[in-house]
Nanobody, 122 residues
């Protein structure tokens, strides 16, 4: 069992930056760690993912060029650096872990965190 915990959410202004963190306990992260988000009244959507072993990264078109995912192997942490935030980035952000990147990108994950709220105010 992997227990994922997100942190770093908050209320920011349009154009601000925010960094989310995800840590795992119980076991190490599985192959791919991803970030998803769910806005009120909308389905949960893929945001970004990173392959733990190779460091290869993936992004949704809506965040490409603004968000950066990274990992710290020593700390067993995954980060999501979010720049140039927009009101449409407002959502609960979830960390997730799965066995491979195609599955994670498709939302077929093995473990979910509890989520952290990001609110971008205009």
């Amino acid at each position: 069992q992997v227990h994922l915990v997100e942190s770093g959410g908050g209320l920011v202004q349009v154009g601000d930056s925010l960094t989310l963190s995800c840590t795992a306990s119980g076991r190490a992260f599985t192959d791919t760690v991803g970030w998803f988000r769910q806005a009120p009244g909308k389905e949960r959507e893929f945001v970004s993912a990173i392959q733990w072993s190779f460091g290869r990264t993936y992004y949704a078109d809506s965040v490409k060029g603004r968000f950066t995912i990274s990992r710290d192997s020593a700390k067993i942490m995954v980060y999501l650096q979010m720049n140039s935030l927009k009101p449409e980035d407002t959502a609960v952000y979830y960390c997730a872990s799965g066995m491979n990147y195609p599955a994670v990108i498709a939302g077929r994950v093995d473990y979910w965190g509890q989520g952290t709220q990001v609110t971008v105010s205009s």
